[in-house]
């Protein structure tokens, strides 16, 4: 069994940057492939970056140069850094865990970037 909680979303300004944390009640990230999700509302959730088991990273092509996944085994902890964000950034932003027995979610995150 996981559990993440997301940290670090709220209300920036178009340019800001943020950064989000996910941590995890244990470290899975040998089990698991680790990403962040975001979703508005009527909209898919898609994908923004992702690390898979074999630590290979990717992100979306919206978010290429801007956005930078990493994480940290020591603390159990999936970080999300967001610069230059945009109004279309707007979103709640979820840690995921997947590709193991189950699929884990956090509860999510508000990122507001104002216009």
């Known amino acids: 069994q996981v559990q993440l909680v997301e940290s670090g979303g709220g209300l920036v300004q178009p340019g800001g940057s943020l950064r989000l944390s996910c941590a995890a009640s244990r470290n899975i990230f040998s089990f698991y492939a680790m990403g962040w999700y975001r979703q508005v509302p009527g909209k898919q959730r898609e994908l923004v970056a992702g690390?898979?088991?074999?630590?290979?990273?990717n992100y979306a092509d919206s978010v290429k140069g801007r956005f930078t996944i990493s994480r940290d085994n020591a603390k159990n902890t999936l970080y999300l850094q967001m610069n230059s964000l945009k109004p279309e950034d707007t979103a709640v932003y979820y840690c995921n865990a997947g590709g193991g027995p189950y699929d884990y979610w956090g509860q999510g995150t508000q990122v507001t970037v104002s216009s």
């Open positions: 690390i898979a088991k074999s630590g290979r990273i």
